[in-house]
């Protein structure tokens, strides 16, 4: 049984705006934005797409890449911290959209940006269980990362869902539970309370408590691969992804990593090795955190596939460690294996196209959006299917009566 993912898709809205725009309007250096937080661009959502249909666009492409019928589906989750109800998980929505019948489990996870993650170790667990009767599971991260208008935050937006299909015939990825390394503790670094919009952060602190996990969890990493293995961190892994609030987080939590590996070197020799396995081992990891910003639950899975479309083929036989962080706090950094499925994965990898089609938006329409999301009326679902494509096939309609409505 070759437990695993068998197949993944990404979902990003169809709307953007430049961090070069929202600079000049803040009256702030673009240098700040592009140099010291590392971003290009960050995506917008517009009025017909929420939470749901972002994951029920990702789900119907990973389902159909995969050639995955409805009924082969056992297990539903979606992880998410921007959830549309204190009750309703967002998983039933999108198990109506999608039309996944009544003999599945289906529920929510939250754990902030860990959530994604909690998601696939519990659909691993269950893929390895008896209980998953010959199917497939279902996970789905999906949020909308919204913060407060001119605070520190606010260029750290961004919006995207990943879906991964896990089943006991999986090519593309294996995991090695065994190895994992965990980190929690019970801090208040980024929190919601109910009731709020947009989280309430303490900035700074949320970046040192997300690099003391990243350095509790090296260091128990690194134990396991050499107890296993005899191999060096370092050795081990050919790919480091991190969870990517904002893109230049990467070289903080790369730095933070090698610094931790007590390689007994000089500074100047220290500098040189980081510099040399950021470039080949984090770079092309990047792009998803560049261009479309923070996606919450599924930002390493968007850095994975940031990577699956860089190398390619190329990846096959890889091990990529993957760090991933969501405050409160809760971390668990694994190496992921990646195996020959890349080879038909590639051929539907579409984050490229998807980034290439999207419209960009300046800044009056953004704080318009922005403010639209809190509107009371409902839209037609002819105006919402104007929107309709290879991508976009579920739309938000507004609420009435308290209900959610789709199309
Ligand atoms: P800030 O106030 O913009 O910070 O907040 P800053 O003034 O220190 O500037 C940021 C960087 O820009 C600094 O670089 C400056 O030097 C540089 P650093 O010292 O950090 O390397 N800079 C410039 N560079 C070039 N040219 C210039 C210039 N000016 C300044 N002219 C902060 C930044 C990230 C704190 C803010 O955006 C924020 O609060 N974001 C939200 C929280 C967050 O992202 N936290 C990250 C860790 S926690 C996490 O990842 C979990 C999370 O995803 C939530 C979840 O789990 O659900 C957030």
Redesign the pocket.
Known sequence: MKVGVSNLAIYIPPLYLSHDDLADFRSV?R??FR???GNNNMAIVPPWEDTVTMAANAADMALEDGGIEKDDIGLLIVST?TGVDQSKPVASYVQGLLGIGPRTRVYEIKH???GGTAGIMSAIDWAKSNHHGGKKALVITTDI?R?GLNT??E??QGAGSVALIVSGQAELIHFSPSLNAFYSEDVL??WRPNGYSV?I?D??Y??E??LKALEFCTGDLRRNIAQETGKSLLSYIDYFIY?L??A??A??AHHRLISSLDLRVSEKELERIFEESFQKKVVPTLRGAKEVG?I?TG?VYMGLISLMEEAGRDLEGKSVGVFS????CGAEYFPAYIGEGIRKQVKYLNFAEQLKRRRKIDFQEYTGLYSQSKRKETLNPDDALRNKNEFSRHFFLGIKDHKRMYV
């Open positions: 250096p240098d700040k140099l010291g937080l911290e902030a940006c860990y990362a913060y520190p935050g260029p750290t670094d980024f989280p952060v900035g700074k949320s970046i408590c997300y969870h609030p904002f230049k987080m070289n903080k923070n919450y930002s962080y969501g405050s409160g």
